[in-house]
C-alpha cells in the first residue's frame, strides 16, 4: 500500500471475483519480504472473505516464526535437444506445504471471529 501509516489507515485493499454460485476454498500465500519487517507485531492487518472478518490480527511474523529463512531449491531445466522439440520448461504454480515431524499437515483450527468490515 505504501509506507505512509495516515493515508495507508483510510484504505482498504480490495479484490472482486465474479461468482458463480458455487463454493469456493480459497487460499491465502504470504511471504515477507520487506527488510524492515521483522518482529511479530510489525506488520498486523485484517483480513476479510466476502465481508466477514476471517482473521482479526494476520501477522506472517508470527505465523512463520521470523523473516530470516532457509532456502528452498526448486530447478527446472530443458531436456537434452535430442530428447524435446522445445528446450524449454514451464511452471505456472507451486504450493510448497511444511509438514510437522509427526507427518501432518494439520493444526489447530481458531476460533471464527465475526464482525463488520470497515467502513
Known amino acids: 500500500m505504501g509506507s505512509d501509516r495516515d ?6 485493499l480490495t479484490w472482486e471475483f465474479q ?6 476454498l480459497v487460499r491465502l500465500h504470504f511471504c515477507e519480504f520487506q527488510i524492515e519487517v521483522t ?3 510489525d506488520r ?17 511474523i508470527a505465523w512463520s516464526g521470523g523473516n530470516a529463512s532457509k532456502n528452498l531449491s ?7 535437444r535430442r530428447r524435446t522439440k522445445y528446450s524449454d520448461s514451464i511452471l505456472n ?13 494439520a493444526g489447530s483450527n481458531p476460533e ?5 468490515p470497515p467502513k
Do not use: C, M, T, W
Open 7 to 12: 493515508i495507508n489507515e483510510n484504505y482498504v
Open 19 to 24: 461468482g458463480f454460485g458455487f463454493k469456493y
Open 39 to 41: 518482529e511479530v507485531g
Open 44 to 60: 498486523v492487518f485484517q483480513i476479510y472473505i466476502d465481508a466477514i472478518i476471517a482473521e482479526a490480527q494476520a501477522d506472517i
Open 74 to 80: 526448486i530447478a527446472l531445466h530443458p531436456a537434452p
Open 93 to 105: 504454480g507451486i504450493e510448497i506445504f511444511k509438514v510437522d515431524n509427526n507427518r501432518s499437515l
Open 112 to 116: 471464527p471471529l465475526i464482525s463488520e
